[in-house]
C-alpha cells in the first residue's frame, strides 16, 4: 500500500542525484549546503576520484568550498551505483546529459539508462524528477514506459535546471523553480520539496508545459543575441556603433530590449533549439525563425575575418593570430569549452588566412582544453601580445576590459589588428603604437 510522504519533512526521504556534471553536482552541493542529506552517482572515474580529494572537476564559484564542507559534514556522499537498500523513500534527480549528434539529433540512451537503473530500485512512494533538457514529450513517452516497469506507486516530475554557469549556487535558491507533474499530486509533492529552497514555484499543466518553457527560455536568448549581431553586421557597413544603437535605444524606451552582440555558445544554447525543432518534426512544423538564428551565430565569424583579411598586409613570416578568451563564455568566469564559438572562430580563420599559426589564451581553462581544441597555447598575456599579427577578444572575460592597449599595442607587429567581439567604452579613442588598428563588432566604419 501506497502513503504519501511529507515531502517537507527532511526527515522523512533521502536525495539521490544522478549524473554529477555542471547540472547535478552543483544541485547535489547546494541541497547538502542546507543540510539535507545527498548521495550523488557518477559513473565518471575522474569526476569521482576528484571528489575524494574534494575536488570539482569543473570551476563553479564557491563550488568546491562548499563541496569540503559537506563532505566533512557528512551531508554529501557519492558513489558509483545506485545503492538497493534503503530506509527512507527517496527523491531521484535525473541529471545526465542529453548532448546532441553530428545529425542535430537529441542523444537519449543517459536518461534512459538511468530510468533502467531506477525501474529496478523503485519502490512505492519514491519521487522521480527528471531534470536534463528534452525534446517535448520525452518524459511522458520515453522515461515514464521505463520506470513503469517498477510496477511501484511511485510519482515524477519534470523540474528543469534553469541557472547560468558561474551564478548556479546562487540561482538554485533566488530563480523560480518551474514544475511540471505526470499528475497533480506528484506536481505538489515536487514543489513541496522546492520550497525547501526557493520562493517562487511555477506550478504547470503537464510535463510537456515545463519541458517546452526550458526550451523556450534558451531558443529566445538565442533569437535575442542573433538578432543583436544582426544589427552588429549591419552597422559595421556604415559609420554607426552599433552598441550606441542599442544602448541608447533602450533608454526610456521598455519596449526595446535587445541584447548587446557577441559570440554566443555553451552546452546549452548550441543544442537546445535542435532539441526544439526535434520535438515537433513528427508534427512537420520547425521553428525556422529560431533554427536560422542558431546558423547565423555560428556563422557570423565569417565575415568578420574575410574583413580583417582585407586590412592585414600578408608577410613572409606566419601570421600570429591570438584569441583570447577560449570558455564558451567569460562572464560569469567559466573553465567550460563546450560549445565554445572559439572553434568557429578557428575554422573561420583557416578558410579565409593560410600562413598562420593560432594560440589560445584563458586564464580559466586548463592548457590541456585549450591544445585539445587545436590551439598553441600561451599562458602570459604579454606573451599574446608580443609580435602578433591578430589578437582578438573572443569571450567578455572581465579581464579584458581594462588592458592597457596603448602599452600591449607597443609590443605587437606593425599595421596588427586588435579585434574585439564585445564592444568596450574603455578602448574608445586609444592612440596605438606600430599603426596598430582597434576594431570592434558592430563598428567596423566607425571613424
Ligand atoms: N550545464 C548547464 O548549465 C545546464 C543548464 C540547464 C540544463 N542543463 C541540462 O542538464 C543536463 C546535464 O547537463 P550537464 O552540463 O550537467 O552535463 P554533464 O555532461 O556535465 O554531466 C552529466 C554527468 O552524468 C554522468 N552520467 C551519465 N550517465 C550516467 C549514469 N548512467 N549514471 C551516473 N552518471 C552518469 C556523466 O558521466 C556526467 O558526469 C543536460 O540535459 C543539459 O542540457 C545544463
Same mark, same amino acid.
Given at each position: 500500500m501506497s502513503k504519501k510522504i511529507n515531502y517537507s519533512n527532511f526527515n522523512n526521504f533521502e536525495i539521490v542525484i544522478i549524473g554529477l556534471g555542471y547540472v547535478g553536482l552543483t544541485l547535489s552541493i547546494f541541497f547538502a549546503s542546507k543540510k539535507f542529506k545527498v548521495l550523488g552517482v557518477e559513473k565518471n572515474r575522474n569526476v569521482l576520484q576528484n571528489l575524494s580529494k574534494c575536488k570539482s572537476h569543473f570551476y563553479e564559484p564557491n563550488l568546491e568550498n562548499l563541496l569540503k564542507k559537506t563532505i566533512d559534514q557528512g551531508y554529501f556522499e557519492f558513489s558509483n551505483k545506485i545503492p538497493v537498500k534503503k530506509n527512507k523513500s527517496r527523491i531521484y534527480v535525473i541529471a545526465v546529459g542529453t548532448p546532441i549528434d553530428k545529425k542535430g539529433n537529441v542523444r537519449n540512451e543517459m536518461i534512459k539508462s538511468v530510468a533502467k537503473q531506477l525501474s529496478n530500485v523503485l519502490e512505492n512512494d519514491d519521487l522521480v524528477m527528471l531534470r536534463s533538457t528534452v525534446t517535448v514529450g520525452t518524459s511522458k513517452n520515453i522515461i515514464k514506459p521505463i520506470l513503469d516497469k517498477a510496477n511501484k506507486k511511485y510519482y515524477f516530475a519534470f523540474c528543469p535546471e534553469r541557472t547560468m554557469e558561474g551564478k548556479a549556487i546562487d540561482e538554485l535558491s533566488s530563480l523560480p523553480q518551474i514544475v511540471g507533474g505526470i499528475d497533480q499530486e506528484s506536481q505538489q509533492i515536487a514543489s513541496e520539496f522546492f520550497l525547501n529552497f526557493n520562493e517562487i514555484i511555477i506550478k504547470v499543466s503537464n510535463l510537456e508545459t515545463a519541458e517546452m518553457m526550458k526550451l523556450v527560455d534558451n531558443t529566445y536568448r538565442d533569437l535575442n543575441f542573433a538578432y543583436a549581431n544582426e544589427i552588429a553586421r549591419l552597422c &559595421?557597413?556604415? &559609420?554607426?556603433d552599433c552598441h550606441e544603437v542599442i544602448k541608447m535605444g533602450k533608454i526610456g524606451y521598455k519596449r526595446t530590449n535587445v541584447s548587446l552582440p557577441g559570440p554566443v555558445g555553451g552546452p546549452c544554447l548550441e543544442k537546445d533549439t535542435f532539441i526544439l525543432s526535434e520535438s515537433f518534426k513528427k508534427y512537420r512544423v520547425k521553428p525556422s525563425l529560431s533554427l536560422l538564428a542558431r546558423k547565423n551565430n555560428q556563422k557570423m565569424f565569417d565575415d568578420v575575418f574575410k574583413y580583417l583579411k582585407t586590412l592585414i598586409t600578408l608577410k613572409k613570416t606566419k601570421l600570429k593570430i591570438v584569441v583570447l578568451g577560449i570558455a564558451f563564455k567569460g562572464s560569469p568566469s567559466t573553465n567550460d569549452i563546450r560549445g565554445t564559438t572559439a572553434i568557429h572562430i578557428k575554422k573561420s580563420i583557416s578558410k579565409n588566412f593560410e600562413n598562420f599559426i593560432i594560440y589560445g589564451y584563458d586564464d580559466y581553462v586548463d592548457k590541456k582544453d585549450i591544445l585539445l581544441l587545436g590551439f598553441k597555447y600561451l599562458n602570459k598575456l604579454n606573451d599574446c601580445f608580443k609580435n602578433s599579427d591578430i589578437v582578438i577578444m573572443h569571450n567578455n572575460n572581465t579581464n579584458f576590459r581594462n588592458l592597457n592597449l596603448e602599452q600591449l599595442s607597443n609590443k605587437m607587429r606593425k599595421n596588427s589588428i586588435i579585434y574585439n567581439f564585445w564592444g568596450n567604452e574603455n578602448y574608445k579613442n586609444l592612440v596605438l603604437k606600430n599603426n596598430v588598428k582597434y576594431i570592434s563588432f558592430g563598428s567596423h566604419k566607425v571613424k
Open positions: &559595421n557597413e556604415i &559609420n554607426v
